[in-house]
């Protein structure tokens, strides 16, 4: 049964390095924010920030079908998307069931210093990955964030990458 990596955390947590991480471990990876950048250009320089939902709302549908397909041809799969609400990981998760596969949501859990810090590094890059975050924007982030709760099949990603490789092994094998 293929696994499919549910990421859940705010900005800046380290979601995209988790899933370049196993991306090169046989996970198909599937972005949301660099299909964004390569349909629209860069956030609030090629297009108004004000109007990124709309352009992320039709990008995360055509992900949506290619993670279907991606675990009914029996590949695992890591979706490189926040999932703040638990009503999206739901929805995700239940993509992945009907599809056949067996969702797991890794948990990236970072307090607001750490991430002002990474963010601050972050906002100096133009690439897909470095939507500019401002101090006001990462508390709106935390308010509207719902935690992964224990009923989600949930794996803490404490920054071991080895650590967080073994338990999706662990997962798998327990499928």
Known sequence: MPLAILLAGLTGSGKTT???????HG???LSVDEEVHRLHGRYGVDYPEHTYFERERPVVEAIRTRFIKEIEGGNDVVLDHGLWRRTERDAWRQAAREAGGH????????DRAELLRRLAERN????????TV??????DFFARFDVPAEDE???VYNGD????LAAITAAEDGN
């Open 18 to 24: 988790v899933a370049q991480t196993l991306a090169g």
């Open 27 to 29: 996970f198909t990876r």
């Open 103 to 110: 969702p797991l949501v890794v948990y990236l859990p970072a």
């Open 124 to 131: 100096q890059r133009e690439d897909a990955n470095a939507l």
């Open 134 to 139: 401002t101090p006001e924007a990462l508390d």
């Open 153 to 155: 099949e949930v794996i």
């Open 161 to 164: 990458l080895d650590a967080l």
